[in-house]
């Protein structure tokens, strides 16, 4: 195992941390770990981009090694996967899609997750907001069914319908 | 000036007004994270493209809005000014370095700023005095409301709003408090305490100085998670490890009262006998004397001054602020001379009339 920090000298410090039952592995070498100082709680020994560098580091997975890695490039910007792992931070907002596949993985050692369930931009996202209302009213049905409510079940379905039916206008209207 | 004049109108509310539990809880912050899309993030952004952001962010704030604030741009201010809009939490340390199309706008009172082409191309702020990080997330949501009318935020459906730097994608929130934990310090309680904290998935750090040491006793608590938990849930959380928290703090300061009542008021007395004497201070010895003085103040052992002394000296007694009120630089001996001198007279103020 190489540092994930300086990936020069061999890795003797293992450090885990977890956060919400997540577990974030790091790596490090004596060298390193001393210049990163203790690991105490009110000083943040790792600059979160060099945490970030070696979660993203092709090294973590040492079995991957000899799978070419593509060059991936995010067009509107020019930023490369590789220079986002170096310095840890995204080039603009459309090197999240160009990215994507790769980030779910980092986005749960991150944060313990990889879906956004909180608040949702009223003016662009009623895309989003009837496809929210759809899946509550998909779990309504569910547990109407399950009662053998069948006349709210029923109303559930038409309800449903008619959402279905202005996401896909919204849809058509954006795309 | 004299001294009232100027803590009433160079202070932010947040270090004069009263608030909720704030024996324990100095303020309460709460931060959004917003980009336009598809234009780079600013470490990124050519000058053309910092300038048409700052020119979309002034334009959404031209028209008369109920949050009334003013833009100001960073590159028409000192540095001493920038550093005293830091000192005030107003900006970042990276805003005040300054910088082309950086700029800040933020509500008379201060409570409300927002950075322009900081890390990300909005961070709007809402900071309250006292326990009130339910209320900062109603303004700053309100707020973010009104700028989402105005313009297109960066958002997707599986990561929420798209932030420079992955850590912050989500909601983009950071909801903080900054506590004053004296008690939890001299009973030796505190490193037990934030270590449970910090297994919540809440951030510690001192809010002066480096490492365990937190001067002053001043810790800031943040959540550490963006993405994946609704912003209720985030307030939420803090708020119930900051309830613990203020309940345990209290504990522990009877409990020092109780069983080592001459030793603590021994104590206070010092710090307040040096402050009101001291002809040169430290910013690092100011802030550890004010805390043994608002926790006098607290238990009843001081009762003339102000209990807001805390909050307002610990940003007065900074360099840029020292600096901007002598109207000149200030060297290290002779900012430690001014630091001494106003902190005389900011107790003694307080000893004839309080400050309202």
């Given at each position: 195992?190489?540092?994930?920090?300086?990936?020069?000298?061999?890795?003797?410090?293992?450090?885990?941390?977890?956060?919400?039952?997540?577990?974030?592995?790091?790596?490090?070498?004596?060298?390193?770990?001393?210049?990163?100082?203790?690991?105490?709680?009110?000083?943040?020994?790792?600059?979160?981009?060099?945490?970030?560098?070696?979660?993203?580091?092709?090294?973590?997975?040492?079995?991957?090694?000899?799978?070419?890695?593509?060059?991936?490039?995010?067009?509107?910007?020019?930023?490369?996967?590789?220079?986002?792992?170096?310095?840890?931070?995204?080039?603009?907002?459309?090197?999240?899609?160009?990215?994507?596949?790769?980030?779910?993985?980092?986005?749960?050692?991150?944060?313990?997750?990889?879906?956004?369930?909180?608040?949702?931009?009223?003016?662009?996202?009623?895309?989003?907001?009837?496809?929210?209302?759809?899946?509550?009213?998909?779990?309504?049905?569910?547990?109407?069914?399950?009662?053998?409510?069948?006349?709210?079940?029923?109303?559930?379905?038409?309800?449903?319908?008619?959402?279905?039916?202005?996401?896909?206008?919204?849809?058509?209207?954006?795309? | 000036?004299?001294?009232?004049?100027?803590?009433?109108?160079?202070?932010?509310?947040?270090?004069?007004?009263?608030?909720?539990?704030?024996?324990?809880?100095?303020?309460?912050?709460?931060?959004?994270?917003?980009?336009?899309?598809?234009?780079?993030?600013?470490?990124?952004?050519?000058?053309?493209?910092?300038?048409?952001?700052?020119?979309?962010?002034?334009?959404?704030?031209?028209?008369?809005?109920?949050?009334?604030?003013?833009?100001?741009?960073?590159?028409?201010?000192?540095?001493?000014?920038?550093?005293?809009?830091?000192?005030?939490?107003?900006?970042?340390?990276?805003?005040?370095?300054?910088?082309?199309?950086?700029?800040?706008?933020?509500?008379?009172?201060?409570?409300?700023?927002?950075?322009?082409?900081?890390?990300?191309?909005?961070?709007?702020?809402?900071?309250?005095?006292?326990?009130?990080?339910?209320?900062?997330?109603?303004?700053?949501?309100?707020?973010?409301?009104?700028?989402?009318?105005?313009?297109?935020?960066?958002?997707?459906?599986?990561?929420?709003?798209?932030?420079?730097?992955p850590t912050n994608a989500g909601t983009g929130m950071r909801a903080s408090v900054m506590v004053h934990l004296p008690g939890l310090t001299y009973t030796n309680r505190i490193q037990q305490l934030l270590q449970g904290v910090n297994q919540l998935g809440l951030a510690v750090r001192g809010v002066f100085g480096e490492g365990t040491e937190a001067q002053g006793n001043l810790y800031q608590i943040s959540n550490q998670v963006t993405l994946g938990r609704t912003e209720e849930e985030i307030v939420d959380n803090l708020n119930r490890v900051t309830?613990?928290?203020?309940?345990?703090?209290?504990?522990?300061?009877?409990?020092?009262?109780?069983?080592?009542?001459?030793?603590?008021?021994?104590?206070?007395?010092?710090?307040?006998?040096?402050?009101?004497?001291?002809?040169?201070?430290?910013?690092?010895?100011?802030?550890?004397?004010?805390?043994?003085?608002?926790?006098?103040?607290?238990?009843?052992?001081?009762?003339?001054?102000?209990?807001?002394?805390?909050?307002?000296?610990?940003?007065?007694?900074?360099?840029?602020?020292?600096?901007?009120?002598?109207?000149?630089?200030?060297?290290?001996?002779?900012?430690?001379?001014?630091?001494?001198?106003?902190?005389?007279?900011?107790?003694?103020?307080?000893?004839?009339?309080?400050?309202?």
């Open positions: 195992m190489i540092c994930q920090n300086c990936n020069e000298r061999q890795a003797s410090v293992h450090l885990t941390k977890i956060i919400n039952g997540e577990k974030t592995e790091i790596y490090l070498c004596e060298q390193c770990a001393k210049e990163k100082g203790e690991f105490g709680f009110a000083t943040d020994p790792f600059s979160i981009h060099n945490l970030l560098a070696g979660i993203l580091s092709p090294d973590v997975h040492p079995s991957r090694n000899f799978v070419k890695q593509e060059v991936e490039q995010c067009k509107n910007c020019n930023m490369s996967f590789d220079e986002f792992g170096k310095i840890g931070r995204f080039g603009c907002s459309d090197c999240y899609d160009e990215f994507d596949p790769r980030l779910a993985v980092m986005m749960r050692r991150i944060h313990g997750s990889d879906q956004h369930t909180g608040k949702v931009p009223e003016r662009q996202g009623q895309t989003i907001l009837i496809k929210k209302r759809i899946n509550e009213l998909r779990t309504e049905l569910q547990r109407a069914i399950a009662k053998e409510e069948f006349e709210k079940a029923a109303k559930l379905r038409d309800q449903i319908y008619d959402m279905e039916k202005k996401e896909s206008i919204e849809d058509g209207g954006v795309e | 000036m004299s001294l009232q004049d100027l803590i009433k109108k160079e202070l932010s509310k947040w270090m004069i007004a009263p608030g909720p539990e704030s024996d324990v809880v100095v303020s309460s912050r709460v931060r959004l994270a917003r980009n336009i899309t598809a234009i780079p993030f600013p470490n990124r952004a050519t000058t053309e493209e910092a300038e048409k952001i700052f020119d979309l962010v002034k334009n959404a704030l031209k028209e008369h809005t109920p949050f009334e604030l003013n833009l100001v741009d960073l590159a028409q201010l000192s540095d001493i000014d920038r550093t005293v809009l830091m000192e005030k939490h107003l900006i970042s340390p990276q805003l005040a370095r300054g910088g082309q199309y950086k700029g800040v706008a933020f509500s008379n009172d201060e409570v409300i700023s927002v950075m322009v082409n900081e890390e990300d191309h909005l961070r709007a702020q809402v900071i309250y005095p006292g326990f009130q990080v339910e209320e900062a997330f109603q303004l700053i949501n309100k707020l973010d409301d009104y700028l989402e009318s105005k313009l297109d935020f960066a958002f997707s459906e599986k990561y929420g709003y798209l932030t420079s730097c309830t613990q928290i203020i309940q345990q703090e209290r504990h522990w300061r009877n409990q020092l009262l109780e069983e080592r009542k001459e030793d603590l008021t021994d104590r206070i007395l010092r710090a307040y006998g040096i402050l009101m004497y001291a002809h040169k201070i430290s910013s690092e010895e100011a802030v550890r004397l004010l805390s043994s003085v608002r926790l006098g103040i607290d238990l009843g052992i001081i009762k003339n001054v102000n209990p807001s002394i805390l909050s307002e000296l610990i940003v007065l007694i900074r360099p840029g602020f020292l600096q901007m009120i002598e109207g000149k630089q200030l060297s290290t001996e002779e900012r430690d001379l001014h630091r001494a001198a106003l902190i005389r007279k900011r107790m003694r103020l307080s000893q004839n009339q309080g400050i309202e």
